[in-house]
């Protein structure tokens, strides 16, 4: 017994020092030891992961860069930097780097989408995807993203008119009505199909909260993967608990697409089933871009109409633009609103503030290679990417960086355009806007004066709190309270 006590205080004493040897090596003689950060991130994963649980590591890695600058350590293998020059030093470069594997969610049925490929099969799956997002394919969607809309504006008027006997109670919900909206297009648009006709009637459903459990599910098994083995009991546990929701939601992905292609091959015969892109990747594609399409549309539209109700100046200058522009609801098409620079740059301050999906886009720095970012060079199999939340917030790259001002977006010869927004570096921003957005953005505008109400005597959201929000991949959505009032267009 004495041996045996002994021999456990000599390990225990060994793994004391070797756990010693090893904190004192990655602070001091590890190849990143000469990057700013805070020590603990420095020598474990675990605050990272822990912010990355809690859903706040946008924020807090906001906060780290504000302190420490533009490359800071945040763990004890990865740097994330706000250098803007640093979108072409890590994502061009040669030969180009590949993602993380730890970053990337495994595919539940085993095959990749566009998101998570790599290298051959990511140009494969995007050669067969390609023709989905050319203009011509835009167009000749836009008459589905224009019925959604159409649909949209009718169910805020059926709301609306609803009677207190009857459950109304005088405002709605935006980003519910928004979810509805972007999930009816996106899913008719992949799947050919809308899978829950929200915005029918008074319909109600819970799709737009169940695929955004995917993202936070997603966001949490991609954090425990660092922690083997510990991840796969843990792994074992998440998964039990979430396969009845992950199992449905597959089913009704699954169901829509065999009835598209089934449909396509009726249609057009059996060439159109042939493909260079496997079912199983069909499939995960689809089912990525309605957890995509549905989430990041759904953010930015709620952002910017919260960031234009807490700005009334921006939202008159919005409606003056739209109202003035078209005569008629009917007029707005989504080729018509092409054109509408403050719109643009209300969309553009909204993605900027807050991006729908304020994560890292890690890379791997391969051994041989030699990669220098904002005139640093960076060790080989070292961890580097860019917080989009970090660097479109970073007070050194943007005049008042916390602050709603569209007009930093617009053109130099644009009348409202503020020419102290000169000094923003526009290069540290990398927007993506396409789809349905602007068609249902402008219809709103035109048709309604959108009031914030008061809950005990008190706006929800005054003080920036509703900007606070939870993230996983994707910001959680929130209620968005309004009050519409019929407006109508200028003559």
Same mark, same amino acid.
């Given at each position: 017994?004495?041996?045996?006590?002994?021999?456990?205080?000599?390990?225990?004493?060994?793994?004391?020092?070797?756990?010693?040897?090893?904190?004192?090596?990655?602070?001091?003689?590890?190849?990143?030891?000469?990057?700013?950060?805070?020590?603990?991130?420095?020598?474990?994963?675990?605050?990272?992961?822990?912010?990355?649980?809690?859903?706040?590591?946008?924020?807090?890695?906001?906060?780290?860069?504000?302190?420490?600058?533009?490359?800071?350590?945040?763990?004890?293998?990865?740097?994330?930097?706000?250098?803007?020059?640093?979108?072409?030093?890590?994502?061009?470069?040669?030969?180009?780097?590949?993602?993380?594997?730890?970053?990337?969610?495994?595919?539940?049925?085993?095959?990749?989408?566009?998101?998570?490929a790599e290298g051959d099969t990511h140009k494969r799956i995007r050669a067969v995807l390609n023709h989905s997002f050319s203009d011509k394919a835009l167009r000749e969607q836009a008459r589905i993203m224009e019925s959604y809309a159409d649909s949209f504006m009718a169910r805020i008027r059926r709301e609306m008119a609803l009677p207190y006997?009857?459950? #109304? *109670?005088?405002? !709605?919900?935006?980003?519910?009505?928004?979810?509805?909206?972007?999930?009816? /297009?996106? =899913?008719? $648009?992949? +799947?050919?199909?809308?899978?829950?006709?929200?915005?029918?009637?008074?319909?109600?459903?819970?799709?737009?909260?169940?695929?955004?459990?995917?993202?936070?599910?997603?966001?949490?098994?991609?954090?425990?993967?660092?922690?083997?083995?510990?991840?796969?009991?843990?792994?074992?546990?998440?998964?039990?608990?979430?396969?009845?929701?992950?199992?449905?939601?597959?089913?009704?992905?699954?169901?829509?697409?065999?009835?598209?292609?089934?449909?396509?091959?009726?249609?057009?015969?059996?060439?159109?089933?042939?493909?260079?892109?496997?079912?199983?990747?069909?499939?995960?594609? #689809? *089912?990525?871009? !309605?957890?995509?399409?549905?989430?990041?549309?759904?953010?930015?539209?709620? /952002?910017? =109409?919260? $960031?234009? +109700?807490?700005?009334?100046?921006?939202?008159?200058?919005?409606?003056?633009?739209?109202?003035?522009?078209?005569?008629?609801?009917?007029?707005?098409?989504?080729?018509?609103?092409?054109?509408?620079?403050?719109?643009?740059?209300?969309?553009?301050?909204?993605?900027?503030?807050?991006?729908?999906?304020?994560?890292?886009?890690?890379?791997?720095?391969?051994?041989?290679?030699?990669?220098?970012?904002?005139?640093?060079?960076?060790?080989?199999?070292?961890?580097?990417?860019?917080?989009?939340?970090?660097?479109?917030?970073?007070?050194?790259?943007?005049?008042?960086?916390?602050?709603?001002?569209?007009?930093?977006?617009?053109?130099?010869?644009?009348?409202?355009?503020?020419?102290?927004?000169? =000094?923003?570096?526009?290069?540290?921003?990398?927007?993506?806007?396409?789809?349905?957005?602007?068609?249902?953005?402008?219809?709103?505008?035109?048709?309604?004066?959108?009031?914030?109400?008061?809950?005990?005597?008190?706006?929800?959201?005054?003080?920036?709190?509703?900007?606070?929000?939870?993230?996983?991949?994707?910001?959680?959505?929130?209620?968005?309270?309004?009050?519409?009032?019929?407006?109508?267009?200028?003559?």
């Amino acid at each position: 017994m004495g041996s045996f006590i002994i021999l456990l205080g000599v390990a225990a004493g060994a793994y004391l020092a070797y756990s010693i040897l090893a904190v004192i090596y990655l602070l001091c003689f590890h190849r990143l030891a000469r990057y700013p950060g805070p020590r603990l991130w420095a020598i474990s994963r675990i605050p990272w992961a822990y912010h990355v649980l809690k859903g706040d590591l946008w924020q807090t890695l906001l906060e780290l860069h504000e302190t420490y600058g533009p490359m800071v350590r945040i763990a004890p293998d990865e740097l994330t930097t706000t250098a803007p020059g640093a979108w072409k030093e890590i994502y061009a470069s040669r030969p180009l780097l590949l993602k993380d594997p730890y970053s990337q969610t495994p595919a539940l049925n085993g095959s990749h989408s566009l998101f998570t490929a790599e290298g051959d099969t990511h140009k494969r799956i995007r050669a067969v995807l390609n023709h989905s997002f050319s203009d011509k394919a835009l167009r000749e969607q836009a008459r589905i993203m224009e019925s959604y809309a159409d649909s949209f504006m009718a169910r805020i008027r059926r709301e609306m008119a609803l009677p207190y006997s009857q459950g #109304g *109670i005088g405002m !709605v919900d935006l980003t519910k009505l928004y979810g509805y909206a972007a999930f009816d /297009t996106i =899913t008719d $648009l992949s +799947l050919g199909e809308s899978l829950c006709d929200g915005l029918e009637g008074l319909n109600e459903h819970g799709w737009v909260k169940n695929y955004f459990f995917h993202a936070k599910f997603s966001a949490i098994r991609t954090a425990l993967s660092r922690f083997s083995p510990l991840d796969k009991v843990l792994g074992l546990v998440l998964l039990g608990m979430t396969r009845k929701a992950r199992q449905r939601n597959w089913k009704v992905i699954t169901g829509a697409l065999n009835r598209r292609l089934s449909k396509a091959k009726r249609e057009k015969g059996p060439a159109a089933g042939t493909s260079t892109i496997t079912p199983g990747e069909t499939l995960s594609n #689809g *089912i990525a871009f !309605v957890i995509a399409g549905t989430q990041l549309n759904t953010n930015v539209l709620s /952002t910017a =109409t919260y $960031l234009l +109700l807490r700005h009334r100046e921006k939202w008159d200058r919005l409606a003056d633009e739209v109202r003035t522009r078209f005569a008629a609801a009917e007029d707005i098409t989504v080729q018509t609103t092409q054109d509408l620079p403050y719109l643009d740059a209300t969309i553009n301050e909204a993605l900027r503030i807050r991006h729908p999906t304020p994560i890292n886009l890690p890379r791997v720095v391969p051994r041989g290679v030699s990669l220098v970012v904002n005139g640093q060079a960076i060790p080989e199999d070292v961890v580097v990417g860019i917080n989009l939340q970090s660097i479109q917030n970073d007070s050194s790259l943007w005049v008042k960086p916390r602050e709603f001002h569209p007009e930093r977006f617009l053109p130099a010869t644009h009348p409202l355009y503020e020419s102290r927004f000169d =000094t923003d570096i526009k290069e540290a921003f990398m927007p993506f806007s396409t789809g349905p957005r602007n068609c249902v953005g402008n219809k709103v505008v035109w048709s309604f004066d959108l009031e914030q109400p008061r809950v005990g005597g008190k706006v929800p959201g005054a003080d920036n709190d509703w900007l606070q929000q939870r993230a996983w991949f994707a910001f959680e959505p929130q209620p968005l309270w309004v009050e519409p009032v019929a407006s109508a267009p200028k003559t």
